[in-house]
């Protein structure tokens, strides 16, 4: 006998799951607090209703950003394959929706499927004998993040996101950048850092820079909550004095510039980030700035000039779960594979990859419906990578991401240019998808 899947949450991740669920050939129940209960973020009552950018990033081939969209239209998302498209609105590269009609679409897609039961509800309990999909987003309601941290362990969810931005590792200039570890220390006896020295009018030219940039407007009210200590952004710690950054995170302390052979008056340090290859993260520069300001003012330290940002920095509220510790590739709980987690509260940024999740969720949320093994995406596609982040990346230094090619594994072989080896990544993990689809018919 096939069981009811019941999702929280009627955001992207939620409304992609449901309909997977729907066209897998089995019943769900989604629940969407609102209107009973209101955010601060949301405007009406749709479902999958766009609260910031209406845009769902480039529809450039061969990008990573549209070698996502191109996976998930090929596995039948709904969103994506056939929404979007029919809401677009010009944008150039970008693929833009109009936000109004793109949630009435979906949510009248929705509400018209028989196989899809929307209660208007908060939940506030998982209990044990149900197939569940929370997908409940960065607003969790606090009874239910209560629930979750039950259920996953209060120390392995966070509200408080912290994120630094993340540069390809080529595009930084090696002939001004140093690798270095403080006083010459190291896990593992090899230079840890990659150091980004600067002298003092570099430096007071950076402060000024901080403290004239722009800015992001705060989307929902909680966003204006006085900033944690432990992650201040660092145009506040500029605002706190001249000197303070040269105390804090630009400190120069136990480096030693190898072209000078003195210390620098300031140094940003960038750190290889584990899981994503040939990326670094630039330590300590968690910001607030409008993405256009990060990049001018951050490409002012020497050696970042050509930088190319994988990921610009954030400060902001966001509830998700430290998804490495909990959840297996398909997206399930390990310790219990009937809870299933989706889109932000799962540890990805952005809407298309809410959606990639939502997709995931619900197809594994249909195989345990019927009794049969859930499967993983192959590790090569962009939506494999991902959940092999989400799942896979260090727990104890885990920030949720965007989808990146730093994410996908590295060609045995990479050509020498960087455009043909994107585009023979995006060859590799669309063949591996179809293999993939001809083994699930």
């Not at 479902?47 to 090929?74: F, G, H, I, M």
């Not at 996953?152 to 994120?163: A, N, P």
């Not at 002298?199 to 030219?205: I, N, P, T, V």
Request: some cysteine; hydrophobic content about 40%; proline content about 6%.
């Amino acid at each position: 006998m096939t069981r009811k899947i019941h999702i929280i949450g009627g955001g992207l991740a939620g409304c992609e799951a449901a309909w997977q669920v729907a066209r897998a050939g089995g019943r769900a129940v989604l629940y969407e607090m609102r209107p009973v209960r209101q955010t601060p973020a949301h405007k009406t009552e749709r479902l999958a209703e766009l609260v910031c950018s209406n845009s769902l990033k480039s529809e450039q081939v061969n990008t990573a950003p549209w070698l996502l969209k191109e996976e998930l239209r090929r596995l039948g998302s709904l969103l994506i394959g056939d929404i979007a498209p029919r809401t677009r609105v010009p944008a150039g590269h970008a693929l833009t929706v109009d936000r109004e009609l793109f949630a009435a679409e979906i949510t009248s897609m929705l509400e018209a499927e028989p196989a899809i039961e929307i209660r208007r509800e908060e939940v506030t309990s998982l209990n044990g004998d149900k197939i569940w999909i929370v997908a409940s987003g960065p607003l969790t309601s606090d009874a239910l993040a209560q629930e979750i941290a039950r259920l996953t362990g209060s120390e392995r969810l966070f509200f408080y996101d912290s994120i630094s931005p993340i540069v390809d590792a080529e595009s930084i200039d090696m002939s001004i950048a140093f690798r270095a570890s403080r006083y010459g220390k190291s896990l593992d006896g090899t230079d840890d850092y990659v150091n980004c020295p600067l002298d003092k009018q570099q430096y007071e030219a950076m402060v000024d820079a901080l403290l004239a940039a722009q800015s992001v407007p705060a989307h929902i009210g909680e966003d204006r909550v006085h900033y944690f200590e432990a992650c201040l952004p660092v145009e506040e710690i500029a605002r706190r004095g001249r000197d303070t950054l040269r105390f804090g995170p630009m400190k120069p302390m136990g480096l030693t510039d190898p072209r000078t052979g003195r210390r620098p008056y300031a140094v940003v340090q960038l750190r290889a980030e584990n899981a994503r290859a040939g990326s670094y993260n630039l330590v300590g520069f968690q910001n607030h700035m409008r993405f256009g300001e990060q990049e001018r003012v951050l490409r002012m330290i020497p050696g970042l000039e050509h930088a190319e940002f994988l990921r610009f920095g954030q400060v902001h509220r966001n509830t998700y779960i430290n998804g490495p510790a909990l959840l297996a590739p398909t997206l399930q709980m390990r310790t219990q594979p009937d809870v299933i987690f989706a889109g932000q509260l799962s540890g990805v940024e952005g809407y298309v990859e809410s959606i990639a999740t939502g997709l995931v969720a619900g197809r594994a949320a249909a195989a345990l419906a019927i009794g049969e093994a859930t499967r993983a995406f192959p590790r090569q596609t962009a939506v494999g990578s991902l959940c092999h982040y989400v799942s896979g990346a260090d727990p104890t230094s885990y920030q949720p991401a965007n989808i990146t090619f730093d994410l996908l594994p590295k060609l045995e072989q990479p050509p020498r240019d960087k455009k043909t080896r994107q585009t023979e990544v995006c060859r590799r993990a669309l063949a591996a998808l179809e293999e993939y689809l001809c083994v699930s018919v």
